[in-house]
């Protein structure tokens, strides 16, 4: 008997009898636990299955000849069987097909199973629709390569076979992979009508492949759709599990939990003391698997944990984690004893004892004390080389005597490296930063763990270290991370700030390769169309105009810089530092390259971080508005009438007004606002003290804005003479124009150098100004050549030459 109560509990004093203790009976309350439940495992398994038929099917389509040809050996082979045997095989292997699914129905009818043979007819029919709805559309209407692989070009083959495919969904959705005996004799009949098949031309190597892989993915989507029957043990069998370790229970409670891989319990024992008891339930292990997988490709092997452990590990390696932190010393909630729940879960029983989650302390309550009380705990593990791993105000608790508990170390390392000792450090100063300040977090650190843990740990003051919800959080700190760096240098004026490269590759650096791939199919298209002949009759004199000017518009951005940062720079070296930002544009796009390569320049000159990036930031911004005001100024220009007709023209003014409405439409959503505000102020933050620095020198200010002017006439130049070199002549506003519109344009894109965006949009934009394509084409190759190709081999020594003088 189960009483349901008003909150969607159930007391389970029936349903599972309860258990006697002498006179007491064990009283359990917990929400109603569901009949079925959808298993992530199951659609894991799906999304696999789906992945590996694309990619079966994309490998057949480029390895086609090879396919065939081993399709030709495979039906050679099985050809020189007798007839007789072959056919036989073939009789044999579909009736044992067809008869170990009908076996394993009726011996699940007779357990008492009927439910799992419904679920595998409902899959097994929606495949049978499913591949002749397929096969109709491959053999009609689908990609011809495909059908031929599918086919073997042969009348009467299926491209997805309507038996095969309904079957494996079938013992797919019945699980009857479960059964090792089952398994074995459904396969073997398979893999021999496998061979029949071929035998008799009856079906190909890629569509046998094809309809295993659609079974098993009707198979998979029938089992998550439907659901799967809840085995999780109730709280009885916990009550049950606790007794045979020992212990009296005479109530369970069922707690609130946010984790997605366990549930907690609240027992209460007979001599009045309670236990924190933590339950793993398998079918939970894989709950944030792809998150889990993400991050497992895109971090280095030291810092990652492993995606996918089984329930026997996962209890294991809690387990020593706890008994480790114990011998450690460090106060943590003492492990009394573990069980397994059958085979779908296991339990860990800890001493409870009552505490705050950190996260529930006000921020004015977390004194100098309590910091200085969580500093002893960590550095205790870090003594003994434990990494906790998730030092977050939801693990660190504080008791009722005011004494800090470390919670959850089930994410924890034994016998871990340096790097992960240092990532707890990064975490915990980052988390106590939000709640507390930077300042005060970085003294009570210096104070509990000494300024060269702090040192140690700078490198890794980096998002991607942090736990999500520490990550989340910084989301409204902005600056918070540069802020702790800062506070940590003024202790240790010589701590390396480095970062330690923790990621394989980062999110940008996908797009970057993906946009690169389109960008190369682009231009290597744009190279086809491109008269050869004319190229060659290129004037020598125009040419040498270009390269000329290509040159010098490193020194222009060598007074740049120069000019926006208050302390003195070397001009030679300076512009080796250009040079070097252009042989970083290979593997960076054109905005980004430049601002990294002069930030650490700057570094390397003894200025500090903070300053460098805003010296940078304030060239960058003077540079946007002077390109914006030339690009304005010049289409005005062109625009006008007459030269000195300063007319704007209707199509300027429709381009202007469809801009300022793009904008305004854009800064009205505010998620799109925020985004673009804060990648502003994250640029530009500091730019203005640097400006008004730069202001009390007009020689600075001479330098600085004449670079910037001299840098776009130099390009404006060089372009003009391309033109120029095959014979094309044009009004040099529009040739400006064209050049400040497809610079605008590359350094938006995601790709190296802007390679592909700055090639289309400089040629259509010579083509829309007057050039015939071929000079246009031929004009932006020879431009893109003097200013992005030939450049990379002096980058490459300059680049060199800085690195082994210590200047980058």
């Known amino acids: 008997m189960t009483e349901i109560k008003e909150l969607g509990e159930t007391t389970s004093t029936g349903g599972i009898p309860p258990v006697p203790d002498g006179d007491t009976a064990v009283r359990v309350v917990e929400p109603l636990l569901p009949q079925r439940i959808r298993r992530p495992s199951d659609l894991l ?208 409670h069922r707690l609130d939990d946010d984790h997605q891989s366990s549930r907690r319990y609240a027992v209460e024992l007979r001599d009045g003391t309670r236990l924190d008891v933590t339950v793993l339930d398998r079918d939970r292990q894989v709950a944030g698997l792809l998150y889990r997988l993400w991050r497992r490709i895109r971090l280095n092997s030291e810092t990652r944990r492993k995606a996918i452990r089984s329930l026997r590990a996962e209890l294991e390696r809690e387990a020593l984690m706890a008994y480790a932190a114990q011998a450690a010393g460090a106060s943590t909630p003492r492990l009394l004893g573990t069980s397994e729940i059958g085979s779908e879960a296991a339990l860990l029983a800890y001493e409870h004892t009552p505490t705050r989650a950190l996260d529930d302390i006000p921020d004015d309550e977390i004194d100098d004390n309590l910091l200085a009380q969580i500093w002893e705990q960590v550095l205790l593990l870090q003594v003994q080389r434990l990494a906790h791993r998730r030092l977050t105000g939801d693990s660190i608790h504080v008791d009722a005597e005011g004494r800090v508990i470390l919670m959850d170390a089930r994410s924890g390392e034994i016998a871990a490296g340096d790097l992960l000792l240092r990532l707890d450090i990064a975490q915990l100063l980052t988390y106590l930063s939000l709640r507390v300040g930077a300042r005060r977090a970085v003294e009570a650190a210096a104070a509990g763990a000494g300024p060269g843990v702090l040192a140690d740990a700078l490198p890794l003051l980096q998002r ?32 390396e700030a480095d970062e330690v490269r923790l990621e394989r590759f980062r999110p940008r650096t996908l797009i970057t390769i993906i946009a690169t791939a389109f960008a190369a199919y682009l231009l290597v298209s744009f190279l086809a169309k491109i008269n050869l002949g004319l190229i060659t009759s290129a004037k020598w004199n125009w040419t040498g105009v270009a390269l000329v000017s290509a040159m010098l518009s490193y020194v222009a951005a060598a007074l740049m810089l120069r000019g926006f940062v208050p302390e ?121 003290p640097r400006l008004l620095d730069v202001l009390q020198s007009p020689a600075k200010i001479i330098e600085g804005f ?47 150098g802007g390679l592909g965006a700055v090639e289309f949009s400089l040629s259509l934009g010579l083509t829309l100004s007057g050039l015939s394509y071929d000079v246009a084409a031929s004009s932006v190759l020879l431009f893109r050549l003097m200013t992005f190709w030939l450049p990379v081999l002096p980058g490459w020594a300059s680049f060199a030459y800085l690195q082994r003088h210590a200047a980058l």
């Open 464 to 495: 991607i270290a942090l736990t999500r919800e520490t990550r989340n959080a910084l989301n409204k700190s902005k600056g918070l991370l540069t802020e702790i760096r800062e506070q940590i240098v003024e202790l240790r004026p010589r701590a």
């Open 706 to 752: 004449g670079g910037t002017l001299l840098l776009t006439v130099f390009f404006v130049v060089c372009l003009d003479a391309c033109v120029r070199a095959f014979g094309g002549s044009l009004n040099i506003a529009a040739v400006a124009i064209v050049f400040l519109a497809g610079n605008a344009i590359g350094s938006a894109a995601p790709t190296p």
């Open 45 to 252: 398994r799906f999304l696999a299955t789906l992945l590996a038929l694309v990619a079966v099917i994309l490998l057949a389509l480029v390895a086609k000849k090879t396919l065939n040809g081993l399709e030709g050996d495979v039906a050679d082979g099985t050809s020189r069987a007798p007839f007789l045997l072959s056919g036989l095989a073939g009789v044999l292997s579909a009736s044992a097909m067809l008869g170990v699914p009908v076996a394993f129905a009726i011996e699940r009818v007779f357990h008492r199973d009927g439910l799992r043979v419904a679920e595998g007819l409902f899959a097994a029919i929606a495949s049978m629709v499913l591949s002749y709805v397929l096969g109709e559309w491959i053999v009609n209407a689908g990609p011809e390569d495909l059908r031929l692989l599918l086919t073997g070009n042969r009348d009467g083959v299926e491209p997805v076979d309507t038996l095969l495919t309904p079957i494996i969904a079938y013992v797919t959705a019945v699980r009857i992979s479960r059964r090792p005996t089952w398994r074995a004799a459904l396969w073997s009949a398979v893999a021999l009508n496998a061979v029949a098949l071929f035998a008799g031309l009856a079906a190909t190597i890629l569509g046998i492949v094809v309809s295993i892989l659609v079974g098993l993915a009707v198979g998979y989507a029938t089992l998550y759709g439907v659901g799967s029957p809840n085995t999780r043990p109730p709280g009885s069998a916990v009550v049950s599990a606790l007794r045979k370790l020992g212990f009296s229970p005479v109530k369970a």
């Open 568 to 688: 003195k720079l070397p001009l030679g070296r300076t512009v080796l530092v250009q040079f070097a930002g252009s042989f970083v544009k290979l593997v960076a796009p054109a905005a980004v390259s430049g601002v990294a390569v002069n930030s650490r320049y700057l570094q390397k000159r003894g200025i500090p971080l903070g300053q460098a990036v805003a010296s940078v930031g304030a060239s960058q911004l003077i540079g946007l508005v002077f390109h914006i005001t030339l690009l304005l100024l010049f289409a005005y220009i062109t625009g006008s009438n007459t030269a000195s007709s300063f007319t704007p023209s209707r199509t300027l003014v429709i381009a202007l007004l469809a801009v300022a409405v793009l904008v305004v439409a854009v800064l009205s959503v505010p998620r799109l606002r925020r985004m673009i505000t804060s990648r502003l102020r994250s640029l530009f933050s500091g730019v203005l």
